[in-house]
T-cell receptor, first 113, second 113 residues
Framework: EAGVAQSPRYKIIEKRQSVAFWCNPI?????LYWYQQILGQGPKLLIQ????????DSQLPKDRFSAERLKGVDSTLKIQPAKLEDSAVYLC???????????FGDGTRLSIL | ELKVEQNPLFLSMQEGKNYTIYCNYS?????LYWYRQDPGKSLESLFV?????AVKQEGRLMASLDTKARLSTLHITAAVHDLSATYFC?????????????FGTGTRLTVIP
């Protein structure tokens, strides 16, 4: 089966600019997650979708981050405006059930200048 | 917030040796996952542990879970160079229907020929 697809793989922007990331989960996976992984740390959950509804966004910095999952399939994560501390890898994951392991995409490496 | 601690953070070991990575977590959980991450790559699911006393083995890796001690271990037997990677444990909680994962900081394993 095809894995979780993410694009772009790399993005370099200046602070205060905006950026968007795209994710296509594994077919049939109802649950989709966005994580932020800062260099040298474990991934930190930003937001979780169940189909096209938000289940948990308690750790999403809502003043600058937004995410949507239209039609319950693809998802986009946006940062506007970006800050230097947003430099990280943004990982998308999907799973088929609550206890099933999450399958991760290759991530988008974001560098803020 | 659930805290997950791994130790050691860095591990350098010779081929053929055995070693154990430890994962402690701070509150009750009913699921624990181990992931592997190669440099510049995404996370690969290794094990899912869902009950006290659970033990899973795959090749030279064996994972176990003690929910009473809030401890999981990842044991490496007769290490080979291909096992060099960063290993993360992740503890799951289910709050308000969300399947949240909290990741440890990772253990960077280097196997020396």
């Amino acid at each position: 089966e095809a894995g979780v697809a993410q694009s772009p793989r790399y993005k370099i922007i200046e602070k205060r600019q905006s950026v968007a990331f795209w994710c296509n989960p594994i077919s049939g996976h109802a649950t989709l997650y966005w994580y932020q992984q800062i260099l040298g740390q474990g991934p930190k959950l930003l937001i979780q979708f169940q189909n096209n509804g938000v289940v948990d966004d308690s750790q999403l910095p809502k003043d600058r981050f937004s995410a949507e999952r239209l039609k319950g399939v693809d998802s986009t994560l946006k940062i506007q405006p970006a800050k230097l501390e947003d430099s990280a890898v943004y990982l998308c994951a999907s799973s088929s059930g609550q206890v099933q392991p999450q399958h991760f995409g290759d991530g988008t490496r974001l560098s803020i200048l | 917030e659930l805290k997950v601690e791994q130790n050691p953070l860095f591990l350098s070991m010779q081929e053929g040796k055995n070693y154990t990575i430890y994962c402690n977590y701070s509150t009750t959980s009913d699921r624990l996952y181990w992931y592997r991450q190669d440099p510049g790559k995404s996370l690969e699911s290794l094990f899912v542990l869902l009950s006290n006393g659970a033990v899973k083995q795959e090749g030279r890796l064996m994972a176990s879970l003690d929910t009473k001690a809030r401890l999981s271990t990842l044991h490496i037997t007769a290490a080979v160079h291909d096992l060099s990677a960063t290993y993360f444990c992740a503890v799951g909680t289910q709050q308000t229907g969300a399947n949240n994962l909290f990741f440890g900081t990772g253990t960077r394993l280097t196997v020396i020929p």
